[in-house]
Each structure stands twice: as C-alpha cells, then as structure tokens.
Nanobody
Framework: QVQLVESGGGLAQAGGSLRLSCAAS????????MGWFRQAPGKERDVVAA????????YYADSVKGRFTISRDNAKNTVYLQMNSLKPEDTAVYYCAAGRIMRVHTSAYDYWGQGTQVTVSS
C-alpha cells in the first residue's frame, strides 16, 4: 500500500514557476514508477510526466517538454514536478500516481494522491 500526498500547487502568473511535491508513505516507494497527471474542468485526466523507479527514464507530454522537469528522491520518498514558463492552459488539478511500470495511461497506476490545484493567470 502506498499513500501519496501532493503539495506545492497554487496561483502563478503566466511565465512563472511552481514546484509540486508528492510525498509517499511506505517502504516500497523506490520500487514504483511515478507519474504526474492533470485534469482540467470538463476534460480527461492526462499524463504530464512520468519517471522510472530509479529515475533513469522519463517521459513528458509534448505540451510540457522543455518547460517541466520530473525528478525523484527515493531517500525522501518524494517525487517532484518543476514547472517553468507556465501558461494559462496549464491550469488544472495535478495528481501524482504510483505504478509498477512507467506508462502514460491512468489505468497503469495503482495509487493516486488527492490532487493539488494549479492556476495560471494571464
């Protein structure tokens, strides 16, 4: 069982930055791939970025490539999402998730956090 708690969301201006954190409970965090997803009102939950269990592999959605960076610290049981050059279209609830294999689909992830709101003003 893994419990995930996101933090770091809030209000930012276009062009600004935010750093999301996702703290995990349990001693098996380092065995899980992690993903960040987002869901805007009326839209599906889509992958933003994902990272393998050891950080050796990453994936980014085209819409965030070059702006967002996913990283993890297995000693701290935490995964991060550094978001730079924010755009109003980045506004959404952001969720972190844990799964056995790094994938882009929500169905591949077994555990989810409660989400944190990110709002980017123009």
């Amino acid at each position: 069982q893994v419990q995930l708690v996101e933090s770091g969301g809030g209000l930012a201006q276009a062009g600004g930055s935010l750093r999301l954190s996702c703290a995990a409970s349990g001693r098996t965090f380092s065995s899980y791939a992690m993903g960040w997803f987002r869901q805007a009102p009326g839209k599906e939950r889509d992958v933003v970025a994902a990272i393998t269990w050891n950080g050796g592999g990453t994936y980014y959605a085209d819409s965030v490539k070059g702006r967002f960076t996913i990283s993890r610290d297995n000693a701290k049981n935490t995964v991060y999402l550094q978001m730079n050059s924010l755009k109003p279209e980045d506004t959404a609830v952001y969720y972190c998730a844990a799964g056995r294999i790094m994938r882009v689909h929500t169905s591949a992830y077994d555990y989810w956090g409660q989400g944190t709101q990110v709002t980017v003003s123009s």
